[in-house]
């Protein structure tokens, strides 16, 4: 037998720890990767050869108009519905929320009894047609409107289940198959992702970046199905993402390589101040009222005052994504809300000094949301609306409460109508519909806000009757199935306009949708 000798035993324990090392240093790293990167053949090309085309984004002296509308707005003390809204004003709604389930990753309708359920009082509507989800449909479809239709999915409450389902691939895969399925069964013409936040841990961001890869591959396929893979003359469904306006949140995010993905940036430029903040300030400012300060400005250098206010603001977040990730300012929208967060036992000696101080409670007046005020609640009674040209916020103080409240109002709406066509943005839109003024147009906030704006208008997807011979084709025990029948069969009567296709309706919709689609139109696989 060979006897080793010490030098050589030492070899060996050498190279034994240098390959453990190896093992752990490298293969954890390969699994993270192996989740970081595109596996499908489109997302594996898609960050060096696709950009999505914004052209329809792009209509100079053209604005959108945006609202949220919520599942419980239809419930007391709220009472607001879909026909509630001004659709001679409004150009996108984006419905709030589809949820994640965390233990599947599949989306799911937060509340099915006003989502799909509810009957509907809206004028005219058909019989069958219920929820708020079957109302907004069938307004969009009617000829005196013309908005897109967008699906909500996480929001603030539904934050925990991200990081569980990108955590998976089954989870992944499942949450992306049934977005884009609930997006085609509920007539929505998009999605609008929001996932409150991704961590800087070098996993999460790159996986929002992959959620949108993954979204976008699967609207483009969904596309081709209808429309067929060579057509290029047909509606887009449309991805847009509700984007942080806090600069440290926002800069971890993979904006330049989402971007490609992306439609559409709703930038939240609003709770800049809450309940969380550690003191008093305006919490959907336009401006760093104190940026011109240069007293101030020496101080805070020197540490000689501390200043919540500092950084938080519309403009700032608007620069960060169009100079720092160049974006296209075509394609970013300015967040505006529709109430108000204040302040209690606000330690101040001077009514109009209200900013930058130590305060104890922050009250309210919208049932379930502390420190909230709807803006149909504001200002305060016994209170004068007053109003910060130099931060462009409203407010109003109770002198008695020590109350502070800071909201926007129809003169920061034409502050901000006017920035938005300075900065050449997209538009705008509202957090949420059912906080604004609609029994007095004098203090309408939409109204205010699209007053000197020209609408940017792209049809629903659900206006070309190819989109809705495919649905009737496909979802016969759909949600929609019935509406949409009733909806061809008015069309049927008449020629289809030349904005959808120039095509006439006996070879396009069929008399019986479950039938094969006619000769000439795509076949579209099954789904």
């Keep these: 037998m060979r006897r080793f000798s010490i030098t050589s035993y030492s070899i060996w324990i ?14 954890p790293k390969l699994m993270i990767e192996k989740f970081k990167k595109p596996r499908s053949d489109i997302e594996r090309t898609a960050l060096s050869t696709i950009t999505r085309p914004v052209d329809r984004n792009l209509q100079h002296g053209k604005y959108a108009v945006g609202v949220y509308y919520t599942s419980w707005s239809p419930y007391e003390p ?26 599947t990753g599949k989306v799911q309708p937060t509340d099915s009894w006003s989502d799909l359920e509810m009957p509907s009082h809206a004028p005219g509507i058909p019989q069958g047609v219920t929820g708020m989800i079957g109302e ?29 389902i990108v955590r998976s691939e089954e989870k992944l895969k499942n949450f992306v198959n049934s977005t884009i399925d609930a997006m085609f069964e509920y007539g929505f013409d998009g999605i609008d992702l929001d996932w409150e936040f991704p961590k800087d841990d070098g996993y999460e961001p790159g996986m929002y970046l992959e959620m949108c890869s993954r979204l976008r591959s699967k609207m483009d396929k969904l596309e081709d199905e209808i429309w067929g893979a060579n057509n290029t003359d047909y509606p887009k469904f449309e991805l847009s993402v509700a ?16 971007n490609k993905f992306v439609s559409i940036w709703n930038m939240m430029t609003y709770d800049f101040h809450g309940s969380w903040s550690k ?54 929208r300015l967040g505006m809300p529709a109430y108000g967060r204040g302040f209690t036992n606000v330690q101040t000696k001077d009514d109009d000094d209200l900013l930058n101080k130590k305060y104890s409670g922050v009250g309210g007046g919208s049932e379930g949301e502390p420190g909230i005020w709807l803006y149909n609640q504001l200002p305060l009674a016994n209170t004068a609306e007053k109003f910060d040209d130099r931060w462009v916020s409203a407010y109003c103080f109770d002198k008695n409460l020590k109350t502070f409240v800071g909201y926007d109002n129809i003169q920061s709406m034409e502050v901000k109508s006017d920035y938005v066509k300075q900065k050449h943005l997209s538009g705008g839109f509202f957090w949420e ?3 604004d003024t609609h029994n007095d147009p004098k203090r309408n906030l939409v109204r205010a806000f699209s007053q000197e704006l020209s609408e940017m208008r792209i049809p629903t ?38 904005s959808a296709g120039n095509y006439k309706n006996e070879t396009l919709l069929p008399k019986d949708a479950s039938n094969e689609l006619d000769e000439g139109e795509p076949t579209p696989a099954a789904t």
């Design 461 to 498: 997807i659900f206006k070309d009757p190819r989109a809705i011979a495919y649905y009737l084709k496909h979802r016969q025990k759909g949600f929609l199935y019935s509406l949409f029948s009733q909806h061809l069969q008015k069309i049927n009567e008449t020629s289809v306009d030349k």
């Design 433 to 435: 519909s059912c906080g």
């Design 279 to 332: 003191r008093t300030g305006y919490h959907s400012n336009l401006y760093d009222g104190n940026k011109n300060n240069d007293e101030l400005k020496k101080r805070r250098f020197e540490g000689m005052v501390i200043d919540d206010n500092e950084g938080l603001n519309a403009d700032d977040a608007i620069k960060i994504m169009v100079e720092n990730f160049k974006v296209h300012a075509k394609k970013v």
């Design 243 to 258: 984007t942080p306006a806090f600069s440290q949140t926002l800069k971890i995010l993979p904006i330049i390589e989402m």
């Design 14 to 27: 050498l190279v034994l720890l240098v390959a453990i090392i190896l093992e752990m240093t490298f293969i």
């Design 136 to 164: 907004l449909n069938y307004l969009k479809l009617q000829r005196n409107t013309n908005f897109r239709l967008f699906m909500a999915v996480g929001g603030w409450s539904n934050r925990e289940a991200f990081p569980k």
């Design 78 to 103: 709220r009472l607001h519905f879909p026909h509630d809204i001004d659709f001679k004003r409004v150009t996108n709604v984006n419905y709030a929320f589809f949820v994640v389930d965390p233990k």
